[in-house]
């Protein structure tokens, strides 16, 4: 399945969710659900978000951009970690400042649907941004998977309330802890992503195989670098001898051999 269309599933069950919980918090007077709804409302944004990147990076480089498109998925990944630190300061303000009411039974209805729908586009999400090794599907993945988290929480919080019926103070508690969640996942998706963007390399054991590779390679490499570039890596090899020709053929032979490298960079 393509990451376009997995991300089309995605914003038509965060539309239907969002709308569905946001209405059932009013109706039934939970302040927690609301915020809920809130959080799945933000999934959409940023499934739009996401979207419209995931059609912008597959764009194939160009003399002015000779490395491609691929880290845009971390800048749009960044904006989607801002609009979410929003939301959840927003919805904590939100919180000290509504009454407590004793939610009515349709939200326990509303949170269970929201766990099924969530279940299933999380397991599309994460197998389809793994197998293509893509940022933004995996974005998506983790504030999904989180949404569900929150919806299970509240869930527990609520059914609570409806047996002990003076603990009505739980729903605004649940308002908080989802406030509370909604701020940490942006700002730590804001913080991966500026890593990212600044070259942040990683291990080179993320491809099966370039290791040994390298070990087995007649040069003396004395560093590496692997560079994340969204769903592909730029290798920069560090090493103190070889003929251009040598290195050249080096070269054309690391890129035939490991598919998600589309760049490498030999220094001598």
Request: proline share 2%; with cysteine.
């Amino acid at each position: 399945m393509k990451s376009s269309r997995v991300l089309l599933i995605s914003m038509v069950t965060n539309t239907f969710l969002s709308f569905l919980k946001i209405l059932g918090g009013m109706i039934g007077n939970s302040q927690s659900l609301l915020v809920n709804g809130f959080y799945s409302l933000s999934d959409l944004i940023t499934d739009l978000i996401a979207f419209v990147g995931d059609v912008l990076v597959r764009r194939p480089a160009s003399q002015k951009y000779p490395l491609g498109y691929g880290k845009l998925e971390y800048f749009i990944s960044f904006l989607i970690g801002g609009a979410i630190l929003f939301l959840g300061i927003e919805c904590l303000l939100h919180s000290f400042e509504t009454d407590i009411f004793w939610p009515g039974k349709i939200v326990l209805f509303i949170l269970i649907v929201s766990l099924f729908a969530k279940l299933i586009v999380c397991s599309f999400l994460y197998r389809v941004g793994k197998k293509e090794n893509n940022p933004i599907l995996l974005s998506s993945f983790r504030e999904s998977f989180l949404d569900g988290i929150s919806s299970l929480v509240l869930f527990f919080l609520l059914t609570i309330t409806y047996l002990f019926p003076n603990l009505t103070f739980l729903d605004q508690l649940g308002s908080l802890l989802m406030s509370g969640t909604i701020l940490l996942v942006g700002v730590f998706m804001m913080i991966e992503n500026v890593q990212l963007l600044l070259d942040k390399a990683v291990s080179i054991d993320e491809i099966a195989g370039l290791k040994l590779f390298l070990l087995q390679s007649h040069y003396d490499i004395s560093k590496t670098w692997l560079i994340p570039y969204g769903t592909y890596y730029h290798l920069i090899i560090q090493t103190e001898e070889g003929s251009f020709s040598e290195l050249q053929k080096q070269k054309e032979k690391i890129l035939s051999s490991f598919s998600r490298i589309k760049y490498v960079t030999i220094r001598i």
